[in-house]
């Protein structure tokens, strides 16, 4: 049944299911029912309460009125490697082996999606739920050959694995790109996931990661988002956490026309640890909205947020920290910052921190603060003959560097902080 | 070097400078006394080219420039130098880098190239300890965590690395001890010499002790009413602002 509501989503189900994969990667039950969700719920529009600041469904409709799929080959992406680190390549959804590094370290194990059993194939997709988002349902309904990666109970990979996803294509295409990383108990893994669009398509990625932390393991992990003007996407992370265990993600964006990050942890076992950061920069008419979600189901587990958003031009820059915690949860510590500066008269900022506390024994904070660049420094630096330019690219960068700092690969810290320099 | 001719400046819509007249050879140094709310803060930042301020007549001629048709930073690439009363802090900003970004800006107004990083580096450690400043704190954030002493000794070694043409203590002495006052002291006196000049603005005498004036001025109510040399300020010190306040708002009534 097609309501007012779902045409948008039946326009786009109709259009890329002529080219999508012919095999579903994932087990029917789940296809069939995210299919069913994404046709009675539709996409989100601004009378969604979570998506009151992106309301996606007028921009889907808006700009991607033709879609075509007309995906392009990649032949090479040197431009992106890194040194120190094992390469994975996904092109337009799909894991690509040719771009990709051999496989060979002890305790690390990968397989798309088409290679994997029914127990794998079950195992997967356990972690989003297709009822609470339309993105995740279109994403189970239409994913590419994605992959399952996994870390070793008690391996502890030696280098980071740097995965790049790239996305091209000829006028305007969707993107569904998903993968299963997990890490086994008391593995420990560097992840850096990074987002590039190569080309001049229009090309929305609805892209879906799970990510299962078991007992003691360790996961470090970056998001670096860095498309182009002309890049719209959808990034879900969802990811469980064992007793014990440790992630950490700082996500970066650095372009994108609307990037809507939907990031969200469940503290599901005592001792847990994780921290959120976020570095977002927005101009011209961009749009970066990232909604987080600490989800404490248990006690004496810690949590963290530091979101840092620079918004010029007439971009807006939209926070929404949820904090959930249990009746359960006692001695929980739950923390979370957001500080923004805006360049310019048009610029906005939306944040909200959103606590949602059952609990009575647990000590958590919220704190936001937004303001232009402090003339008084800038001032400081002019009278000792620093230029106006200068002396806001340094105040713009020390601000930055709070959050630059949390990536642990010294590589990538340059490599994003001259980015960002060339951005602001 | 500095000619300053008539000049008025408001801070909104109040005026503060009311016909400043000064003029500053090189090798002089020349203190501007006054009692609080006579205008040296107002003063400096005017010179200095604090956009807040409003000049609303007279002209200031740097080494025969106009210099309030410059920008504060074109202000400092042409040698002038304030040393802030209250030196903020800039966290995340490294001392170090701040620095070094100032020194070759500069340079590069005057058409030099950057100074190569070992020398930057070794007259660093020179100058640090021209203050007696702790190279440890020269490796942290520009003033993030110093005290007030340090602030203001971070204000001179600055001064001695961009080796400016004319500088601007503005009430460098307030909030220091006797031993800080020494060290910044012995800072502006190894750097003086005939080609710079100096304009020390400070509320108490006991500064010009350490650093010996040529000339004394003192300001009160927006205009320099009297000059003469040290001995003025210690006059000033003896009968204190009130004598001088007396006899210049008797003038002014009369006037």
Redesign the interface.
Known sequence: MITEKSTTAQNIIDRISASADKVGYLPDTTLVKALQMLEQQGIPSNRHEDYKYCNLDAILKKEFKNLNQSFLPVQQINEFRMKDAITLVVVNGAFSAALSDKMVIRGLHLQTFSELDESAKNKIATLANVDSDAFVALNTAFCSNGFYLRVERGAAIPMPVHVIYVNTAEGEALVNTRNFIELEEGAELQLIEEQVQIGSGKIFSNFLSEKLVAKNARLQSCLFQNESGQSYSVNTNQVQMARDSYYENTTVTLNGQVVRNNHQVVLAGENGVSHLNGLFLAGGTQLVDNHTLMDHQVPHCESNELYKGIINDRSTGVFNGKIFVRKDAQKTNAYQSSKNILLSDDATINTKPQLEIYANDVKCSHGTSTGKIDE??L??????????E??KK??L???A??VILKIESEELRDKISHLFENRI | MITIKNLHASVDGKEILKGINLTVKAGEIHAIMGPNGSGKSTLSSVLAGKEDYDVTEGEVLFNGKNLLDMPAEDRAREGLFLAFQYPIEIPGVSNINFLKTAVNEIRAYKGQEPMPAKDFLSLAKEKQKLVELDGKLANRSVNEGFSGGEKKRNEIFQMAMLDPKLAILDETDSGLDIDALKIVANGVNTLKNKDNAFIVITHYQRLLDYIVPDFVHILYNGKIVKSGTKELALELEAKGYDEIKKQFEKESVEG
């Open positions: 008084n420094a001032f400081y630096l002019n009278a000792r003959g620093i230029g106006k200068s002396a340094m105040l960068s020390s601000f560097q709070e």
